[in-house]
């Protein structure tokens, strides 16, 4: 299995012409009668070796990390991150291996991250510091290895920073939590469209480090709203059953636009809590998941299915200027 990344390095190295590779993108795309920019790939696991590798190396980084917290608790994060690059140094930049360069990154950011923590004491302040030190691991691993996560990884942990000092400087973040989560939510699709509007055919690395961003985005700005909305049991009633379609229908929409499903699937937790919760107000007890969760997936399973046609008469609408900013329709 080769990835758009491994086709775009081809043609750098001189193995193949631009003009070959984009018929061998339009070859596949055409097989799968799916427009190539609309398939929304990215780069997960190349074989069951990569599903295998990880299996070990989670193996070895739990057996170190139990090791240095029988002895001190930021041990164990020392002792993760190192074995994490270690590990990276031969499965992520010798092998290339894309499952296991996630899973060695998030055991290197969030090592560092631990470790600081736990020597700095437990407290907020601690985590503000933890999360710069974790942010500043994900620029050097992003400098050595290029994984597409790392950039989702710096980010979130950058976020993390801001919020704690938002927290201790501005008293009134204390009663208003789901107005900085949602303001960080902003930030990190805001970033995330930077990415995609860098690679609007998605033939690079760029689309995959917008992907990572937009999964970090989406659950940042649908928890708070749909919390607002009051989605768990108690507060439900029609009319917030009817709010929570039209945010849908929103949600939806922007995912068309700029063709990305994240934020439809960060959403479809709150979805389901809410007309399960509403159901239930109205005598639907034992069936209520069941009955919410065929009508929702009937629904996205015809757009999966329609998505190009549904993206082409929502970018009909859009204004000239703004289609050069969106992935192309092919």
Known sequence: MYSDEDIASAVRA??????????????????RRTPAVDEERFRLVTGFND??????????????TWIGYAQHHWLAGVLLAAASWGLAEFFVRRRRMALPAIVLLLGFV??????A??????????????????????????????????????????????????FKSV????????????????????????????DPARVTRRADVAFWLHLLAAPLLVRPVFAALGEYGSQS???????AIALYAAIAAVSLAIDRRALMASALVYVLINFSALLKMYGVVSLGFAI????????????????????????????EAALHRLPPLR
């Open 237 to 243: 009633s029609p009319i917030l059953g009817l709010a």
């Open 117 to 166: 923590y736990a020597w700095l004491g437990s407290t907020l302040a601690a985590f503000g510091y933890a999360s710069a030190m974790a942010c500043v691991a994900a620029w050097l691993h992003w400098l050595r290895f290029h994984v597409p996560i790392t950039v989702a990884a710096g980010a979130g942990a950058l976020l993390g920073v801001a919020g704690v000092v938002l």
């Open 51 to 64: 599903i295998f590798v990880v299996v070990a190396s989670l193996l070895l980084l739990a057996s170190v």
């Open 292 to 319: 919410t969760s065929l009508v929702i997936g009937s629904l996205l399973l015809l757009l999966s299915a329609f998505w190009h046609p549904c993206r082409s008469w929502m970018l009909s609408v859009f204004p």
């Open 110 to 115: 969030g090592g560092v991250g631990f470790a």
């Open 171 to 198: 008293p009134w973040t204390h009663e208003h939590p789901g107005l900085v989560e949602f303001s960080a939510g902003l930030i990190a699709f805001a970033l995330a469209m930077l990415w995609d509007a860098s």
């Open 14 to 31: 001189g193995v193949l012409t631009e003009h070959q590779a984009e018929a061998f993108r339009q070859h596949v795309a055409d097989q």
